[in-house]
């Protein structure tokens, strides 16, 4: 199957450094450390795809700019004016957490831009599924606000730019980035062509949003459904999650592409989240999300990155991701030992509490889907 790989050496000259404390100071005590939305996981990532042949088995696909025009159906002009002042006035902060340099108003447009090409890539038929591998991530970006390391909502953007450009009428977005996307559902939250789901850490970030009972509103009601599984959940319960609610949703709205918004901060190696998912099952989610689109959108699947904070493990989860789309095994030594991974207890049971969340989404959507 012929997979795309959409990156640019300028999505590393994004600065978000130093590391702030919540007040904005800099830690007190010692020498500044990175902001853990640095550039590494992005450079890690295309260099372990690179040293292990698999760049090679991969189209590239050139990032655009997106325009002006093209956020605009979820950002308002005045926002992107704000942020172009900023990254023009040599950096500052995109809104709560999100921290621009003097390039990032560029580089956020070509991230954005990105995802849109690779839209572009699965939809004019020169290949099936492809990866945007970009930065700044985008789905905390809010339509007036940026947050939480985004600065603008880039799959929300693509999926506009699908209806838009392609007349496609049904798009499915699942976001497994362990954060919630709120940006992304506030963008569709009224909207019944667009089929949100996100699974995240309950009450991670946002800590106020993400839970079972956002639905949706309006026409758009059923059309978001969230899963918030507890810290600790494992292969096991995303395994559950996926077949007992991802794809009978799937099944039923049947969309015409389908992305994910795929950070890798659900690994058991991530600073920021508290779940343990190893690359292996990175790899078992994307066969599925590949089924997914298999079925009804003619293998159409667009992938973007979103977070990932473990230095070490994060670009391994990724390439997990690759091995899968390309169907490949690489070979290469994990820092996670796959063997052990199987005998996890996260890996192998659904807990009680993991039970009981994926329970309260099919219960908060029963009354628009058969489960
Ligand atoms: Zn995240």
Not at 2 to 22: E, I, K
Request: with cysteine; net charge negative.
């Amino acid at each position: 199957m012929a997979t795309g790989l959409v990156y640019s050496d300028r999505y590393l000259q994004h600065n978000t450094n130093p590391f702030r404390l919540p007040s904005g100071k800099t830690l007190p005590f010692v020498e500044p450390v990175d902001h853990p939305s640095n550039p590494r996981l992005v450079e890690r990532t295309k260099k372990l795809l690179d040293y292990t042949g698999l760049s090679k088995q991969l189209e590239r696909v050139e990032p655009y700019a997106a325009t002006v025009e093209d956020l605009a159906p979820f950002h308002p002009t005045d926002y992107v004016d704000l942020i172009r002042g900023i990254s023009e006035a040599g950096g500052g902060d995109a809104g709560q957490g999100a921290p621009i340099g003097a390039d990032s108003y560029d580089i956020a447009l070509l991230a954005a831009g990105g995802v849109m090409a690779a839209v572009d890539a699965v939809m004019e038929g020169s290949l099936q599924q492809c990866f945007a591998l970009v930065r700044p991530p985008g789905h905390h970006a809010e339509a007036s606000k940026g947050r939480g390391f985004c600065v603008f909502g880039n799959v929300a953007i693509a999926a506009h730019h699908a209806r838009r450009r392609y007349g496609i009428e049904r798009v499915m977005i699942v976001d497994w980035d362990v954060h919630h996307g709120n940006g992304t559902q506030a963008a569709f939250y009224d909207d019944p062509n667009v089929l949100f789901v996100s699974l995240q850490q309950d009450r991670l970030f946002p800590v106020d949003s993400g839970s079972a009972d956002e639905v949706g509103s309006g026409a758009g009601a059923g059309f978001t459904a969230n899963i918030a599984l507890p810290a600790g959940s494992g292969g096991a319960a995303y395994n559950a999650a996926f077949e007992r609610v991802i794809v009978p949703l799937a099944e039923q709205f049947k969309p015409e592409i389908v992305f994910v918004s795929a950070g890798q901060d659900a690994s058991a190696s991530d600073p920021l989240g508290r779940m343990l998912l190893a690359a292996e099952h990175y790899r078992e989610l994307t066969a599925i999300m590949q089924g997914i689109a298999a079925r009804t959108a003619a293998g159409r699947l667009v992938l973007a990155q979103e977070g990932g904070y473990s230095e070490t493990y994060a670009p391994y989860c990724t390439m997990a991701i690759f091995e899968q789309l390309v169907g490949t095994r690489t070979g290469i030594e994990e820092p996670v030992d796959p063997t052990r991974v199987g005998r996890w207890p996260a890996s192998l049971a659904v807990s009680g509490d993991q039970e009981g969340a994926i329970n309260r989404t099919i219960e908060a959507l029963s009354p628009f889907w058969k489960f």
